[in-house]
């Protein structure tokens, strides 16, 4: 049980920063947020806010500046950092006076009713105060909340910062919660506001979900249930989108793609190494995007079956977009593109892969690489619903990464790009000096190496050589 956790230890440092508040006169000192529901969750947090009453912010800070440094970034919203890691902030009350995520007033009140205080924060989950002493403030009953994995607002003021909603999304999906008929509700009301947000902060929320989630399924489920889904033009074309039953048994392209986050997730928790944040995030997004393809593709064909030829291709350009309109960074969208668009590749080698394959594919994923490509390809596989298919021939065949992993290890490319082993320093070392006629020859040289013509920088010195030698005498010829 929840309730059941015990006392929660409190940093010496903000056991502190309390007990001198409280000396000093505080009617109330909260720690609040995410410290408090994580450790009511079981999940380690450093991050640590506290919310005093009953002082003004020059007493906060005439109190603290003596122990600690004090910093006073935010003055306006009632805020002091301490030691540059811990804010402690006055109750405030917000009135919206605008639209979207900064479209209200602040004004901070020390002597405000912590209920009221408290009814400003946007879920109960994040609406329960700790003590120095240990016991719980929970005035919306936010433990029971936690108890019932369940996602519900503090009241109507929910709606006066529709980014809410996304904040809603990631919740979900990183602690496997539902969100409430009435919270769904209250994000419906709000998503004439969507286009207020500002890009950035839709992306911070976005990369939430990639990296945290344990039930990313449950963060796209509340955009279709607020119908915030249609801020996101690709994704909200999937749903409808029909394919063909004997190889999709799950459902559209939104139900597989559903099915391609949850087996995404699992997969990168078992990797070995574990994967970075930044490769966790290119996956996950992956997975999201790699049918986006799809609706533009998927036709009948002769017989009468669904077919998307040429989905992958057509869903890079498109995953693209849909991060550059969050302005992701540019790194995350060139290596989501590659993955998209290169996550079908195993379909076309029915009878095994070759090294010259494995090579020419490592170079293509750049910046993502075999690891991240075969992860994805994997998900794909398991969110039908059938890793095993049978063929016309009564043959059947697996998902079909697992060689082409082994080979991209045994050939040095499972993690990047191969490397060109000849360069223009090999060149000049043969008496040619740099010239326009470098940068032909030595892409030359690269193709040749992907083809497997040769494996080591001697043998490259060896093929320039024939092939210089070859490239001359054409040209006496031709004289």
Not at 1 to 24: C, F, H
Not at 79 to 107: Q, T, W
Not at 313 to 332: C, D
């Amino acid at each position: 049980m929840i309730s059941d956790r015990g006392t929660p230890k409190i940093p010496a440092r903000v056991a502190r920063i309390i007990e001198l508040l409280e000396s000093g006169g505080a009617t109330n000192v909260f720690i609040v947020g995410g410290f408090v529901r994580d450790f009511l969750l079981g999940i380690e947090s450093k991050d640590v806010d506290i919310e005093v009453y009953g002082l003004s912010y020059r007493a906060i800070e005439r109190i603290l500046s003596p122990h600690f440094h004090v910093g006073l970034v935010g003055q306006s919203f009632g805020v002091i950092k301490v030691d540059n890691m811990i804010d402690v902030a006055l109750p405030r009350r917000e009135s919206k006076v605008g639209l979207g995520h900064k479209g209200f007033d602040v004004e901070t009140s020390p002597n405000l009713a912590p209920e009221e205080a408290f009814s400003r924060r946007d879920f109960t989950i994040n609406a329960i105060g700790l003590r120095r002493d240990g016991s719980f403030y929970d005035p919306f009953d936010g433990i029971g909340d936690l108890e019932r994995k369940a996602l519900r607002a503090t009241g109507p003021a929910f709606k006066d910062d529709p980014l809410r909603v996304l904040r809603g999304m990631q919740f979900a999906s990183r602690f496997g919660f539902t969100m409430d008929a009435e919270t769904i509700a209250l994000c419906r009301e709000v998503f004439s506001e969507f286009d207020t947000l500002s890009a950035e902060r839709i992306f911070e929320e976005w990369r939430k979900w990639a990296r945290k989630s344990v039930r990313p399924e449950l963060g796209l489920d509340v955009l279709q249930a607020t119908g915030w889904l249609a801020g996101f033009p690709e994704l909200n074309a999937l749903v409808g989108c029909q394919q063909n039953p004997a190889w999709h048994p799950e459902g559209d392209v939104w139900a597989h793609t559903r099915n391609v986050c949850i087996e995404a997730a699992a997969l990168l928790r078992e990797l070995d190494p574990a994967p970075t944040d930044d490769e966790r995030e290119s996956v996950m997004f992956a997975a999201l995007c790699h049918d986006f393809g799809k609706p533009l593709t998927t036709k009948l064909d002769a017989s009468g079956a669904l077919r998307s030829f040429g989905h992958a291709e057509a869903g890079a350009p498109l995953a693209v977009n849909f991060l550059e309109r969050m302005k992701a960074p540019k790194k995350l969208q060139e290596t989501v593109s590659k993955l998209v668009e290169f996550h079908m590749a195993t379909q076309n080698f029915p009878d095994g892969v070759s090294d010259r394959a494995v090579r020419r594919l490592a170079a293509k994923l750049a910046p993502a690489n075999i690891v991240l490509w075969a992860t994805l390809c994997k998900a794909d596989a398991l969110g039908c619903g059938k890793v095993v298919r049978k063929l016309n021939r009564n043959e059947e065949i697996r998902f079909r990464s697992e060689p082409w992993l082994e080979a991209a290890r045994r050939l040095a490319v499972v993690n990047s790009a191969p490397q060109p082993l000849v360069q223009g320093r090999e060149l000049i070392a043969l008496g040619y000096r740099p010239s326009p006629f470098f940068g032909a020859i030595l892409k030359e040289a690269f193709e040749a190496q992907l083809e497997g013509e040769f494996l080591s920088r001697e043998g490259g010195v060896e093929w320039l050589k024939a092939r210089l030698q070859e490239s001359s005498e054409k040209n006496m010829r031709a004289s």
